[in-house]
């Protein structure tokens, strides 16, 4: 007989989150504090400073390691203090390629800040394996770094090939999963070193906090991160860190709600005479379709799809249901136009190069019942709202 706690479901509402100790309390327990009491000089029963452990933080890396089948899970402030965390250990005066439609704020990272620290970054299409070979420098590059689905047009990479080259080469690679989530897919399986995810999105769900996570297999690797993360400290506060758990023993059962309203939003745009194209996995006629039916076991509830600006415009201002907001994943669905709010900061040339037009909406959708989603975006299409 398996172990019950092989099942996703089952770690989604176990893993990490045993009773406490000496209560017997069935939720674990916010531990509030900065600081612990030590028995004597030097003599402390595990805990020192809150920036170096705390038991609510070290449960919730516990629960997001299982859901990932990892060996560490490692908690951050937020996803973009993850990826710095990495890039800063194991790219640190070297050289990063990373896939070129990357959500904004990364791109900000990579190109405007870590290239102060002497990091070069070659942004590349890694759905392209002779292109990211060519980007490639091995011995100096150290780090690829990828999404998929990607931020806001939700290519499709091939993990396993991609990871194949970066190895090839001497690089790890790190995988974004936050737009897939651990319910629809593993990357480490695929042979990624390191997986992200934005806990602030699917895993925590609801919209009321900022955190970030790490989960890999290498324990040196894991080691020098925690170093850092201790040494610099984006950590996230013991609440956030509860509420991340709350949204984990969830996950699944909001995964089969998002994957099942994405796919009929998915479907719905593309019967709109409005709507020029839409990026969803999960649609035969997205590029990527096979290698994603290979690679995930489902399609999320994030898509894109394509209008006339002001088309674009009015669709994200006239919706009731959808809320024009620059986050996801939470239960609530949302809307926003990239160009315009996520990926602003960004030239328009490098935008449009990209394929981020002015007329590009992203879309969020969250678990509320299909029907009132689609008439929500008929109305708003129609310019009714």
């Known amino acids: 007989m398996s172990d019950p706690t092989d099942s996703f479901g089952t770690r989604c509402v176990h893993a990490g989150q045993q009773p406490e100790s000496v209560t017997g309390a069935i939720t674990p327990p916010v531990f509030q504090t900065s600081t612990y009491v030590q028995d004597g000089v030097g003599r402390h029963r595990g805990y020192e400073y809150a920036r170096l452990q705390n038991p609510t933080r070290e449960a919730a890396e516990a629960s997001i390691a299982a859901l990932e089948e990892g060996a560490h899970g490692i908690a951050f402030s937020s996803g973009l203090a993850a990826i710095e965390c990495v890039a800063k250990v194991v790219a640190g005066g070297g050289h990063i390629v990373c896939e070129e439609n990357l959500y904004g704020g990364t791109l900000r990272l990579f190109n405007r800040v870590l290239t102060t620290l002497g990091i070069e970054i070659s942004p590349v299409d890694t759905r392209d394996l002779g292109a990211l070979r060519s980007a490639l420098r091995p011995g100096v590059t150290r780090l690829v770094h990828i999404e998929t689905p990607t931020n806001p047009l939700m290519r499709v990479s091939d993990i396993e090939a991609v990871a194949g080259v970066a190895h090839s080469a001497g690089a790890i690679l790190c995988v974004d999963s936050t737009f897939a989530s651990p319910y629809n897919q593993q990357p480490l399986s695929l042979g990624a070193d390191v997986v992200v995810h ?142 315009a709010m996520t990926h602003a900061s960004m030239p328009a040339e490098d935008r449009l190069r990209m394929g981020i037009t002015d007329g590009l909406v992203r879309l969020s959708v969250g678990i509320e019942d299909i029907r009132d989603l689609e008439e929500d975006l008929e109305q708003a299409l129609a310019g009714r709202g």
């Open 198 to 339: 934005s806990t602030t999105k699917y895993l925590n769900g609801h919209s009321d906090l900022l955190g970030g996570a790490l989960v890999l297999n290498d324990d040196a690797l894991a080691e020098e991160i925690r170093f850092v993360r201790m040494s610099t400290g984006p950590i996230p506060g013991p609440m956030d860190s509860w509420l991340t758990m709350r949204g984990t023993r969830t996950l699944h059962l909001r995964m089969q709600r998002h994957n099942e309203n994405g796919m009929a939003v998915a479907r719905f745009m593309e019967r709109q005479r409005a709507v020029q194209a839409v990026h969803y996995p999960g649609l035969p006629s997205h590029p990527d379709h096979a290698l994603a039916s290979r690679q995930m076991t489902g399609f999320s509830g994030m898509l894109s799809v394509e209008l006339d600006p002001s088309a674009a415009r009015r669709l994200a201002e006239g919706t009731r249901l959808f809320r024009l907001a620059e986050s996801l994943g939470g239960v609530e669905s949302m809307i926003s136009v990239p160009a």
